[in-house]
């Protein structure tokens, strides 16, 4: 008894002690079934979230596992980016917690740039996540998959009489493949826009679908909003950056490019919508190299029909319509009768997705859009051991903020977890020789 009761203490003392003398490996797990459990909270999802969080655990000395999905992290900048595509803020609102970008980095910094900060990220803080895994069910953990984790798909009448390819930003690459060819561009955020420019780069003729109004900016106004968030008012940033979007881009209603009623940034808060950062786009539809047209109506054997009446033929679609939460279709939450899973591990349940829940999902994520009930700063935590991070509908300065924040809690329960089992496991000595 009396060994036992050293082994434990030592094993509550240093989670990797093994019992005969050992270290166990770093992250370790238990397969029991069909169940995984780990050492330390999971982490689901190897986008810039789940790194930042799983860094600020690391660094805190928190063991912890990542799952993901994909073969690699950040998949969706890897997998599912097109080749040009920037940062859309300057690069000190986007650097994730304890590793700033590299001086020499642009003020916009690449896909293959950020990609390559992330992948170095993950080597700074030793940071291995588990690859081609993808949860089903799970509960005790960090939802880290974010807001674009599947892409949005809208239907449209007569699709299926559509002869060409319709495809999602999601698989789109470069505006090599449509040389010569008339692109039907659905989405006029920033994606539609980027997409639209490198098609005409590449000798393409889009046309881009403005659906509904969205305020364009030139890059250097908003990253000057962004500094002058420290000392004014969001709707007075608002009218600074309204009037200089006015002075600077004209009036962009003409074109075909409504203004929303909201100014950008409280449009961001209540929406998530992005205002629209022009990269040399404008220029392009107001010389007519790119077309702007109204809704769809419906799309047709060879092309398609707006609302306006006007018909005209495409060799092909691109879909920027965005991304959407997943959380809804994989989180199930359930209660225990026993306080058992209250030791400090967690479990990943990956055989049935009808798992019994009690709807402690649908209290803090929302099933209609898959985002936290709870608005910024205040959607970070749940119950019983759940927390989410790039959910804030404020980029990765959100998820920057997030990431400390879900830290510093789990470490506060990391030391009451271990100090509740120091007692349990290591009573005093005349007890144990009694």
């Not at 997998?79 to 020499?104: E, I």
């Not at 039907?184 to 420019?197: I, Q, Y």
């Not at 019983?384 to 830290?407: E, P, Q």
């Amino acid at each position: 008894m009396k060994r036992w009761r050293e082994a434990e203490c030592k094993r509550v003392h240093d989670p990797f002690y093994a019992g005969d003398g050992r270290k166990v490996a770093v992250n370790p797990v238990e397969i029991d079934g069909k169940c995984i459990r780990v050492l330390g909270p999971i982490i689901v999802g190897g986008g810039p979230s789940g790194l930042a969080v799983a860094a600020c655990l690391k660094k805190k000395g928190i063991p912890c596992v990542v799952l993901e999905r994909a073969n690699c992290v950040a998949s969706l900048w890897q997998l599912k980016a097109y080749d040009r595509l920037r940062l859309h803020l300057p690069k000190k609102f986007c650097q994730l917690p304890l590793m700033p970008f590299p001086s020499w980095f642009p003020t916009y910094p690449t896909k293959q740039q950020f990609v390559a900060y992330l992948e170095a990220y993950a080597r700074e803080f030793g940071i291995r996540p588990r690859f081609d895994e993808a949860v089903v069910a799970a509960e005790w953990l960090v939802v880290a998959t974010g807001e674009n984790a599947e892409a949005v798909v809208p239907g449209f009448d007569g699709a299926g009489d559509f002869k060409r390819p319709i495809l999602h930003t999601s698989l789109y690459k470069s505006g090599d493949a449509f040389r010569g060819k008339r692109v039907l561009v659905v989405g006029c955020g920033n994606s539609g826009m980027e997409v639209c420019l490198d098609l005409c780069h590449h000798g393409a003729h889009p046309t881009i679908v403005v659906r509904d109004s969205r305020e364009m900016l030139c890059r250097s106004t908003f990253g000057l909003s962004m500094w002058l968030l420290r000392w004014l008012p969001v709707r007075a940033v608002d009218r600074l950056l309204l009037l200089a979007a006015r002075l600077l881009l004209g009036d962009t209603a003409k074109l075909g490019l409504p203004r929303p009623q909201l100014g950008p940034l409280e449009l961001k808060l209540r929406s998530g919508k992005t205002p629209v950062l022009d990269v040399g786009t404008l220029e392009k539809i107001k010389s007519g190299a790119i077309k702007v047209r109204p809704a769809i109506k419906k799309l047709m054997e060879h092309g398609a029909e707006f609302t306006d009446g006007r018909s005209e033929g495409f060799d092909a679609v691109v879909l920027a319509t965005g991304y959407k939460s997943n959380v809804p279709y994989w989180l199930k939450v359930r209660h225990h009768p026993s306080d058992a899973h209250r030791e400090t591990g967690a479990c990943c349940h990956c055989s049935d997705s009808t798992l019994p829940s009690v709807g402690q999902e649908q209290e803090f994520f929302s099933e209609k859009d898959g985002l936290p009930r709870r608005a910024f700063p205040h959607g970070w935590k749940g119950e019983r051991g759940l927390y989410a991070i790039g959910f804030t509908k404020r980029g990765l300065m959100g998820a920057s903020l997030d990431a400390t924040r879900i830290a510093e809690d789990i470490e506060r329960c990391w030391k009451a977890e271990v100090k509740t089992t120091m007692a349990f496991a290591c009573p005093p000595t005349r007890q144990a020789q009694e």
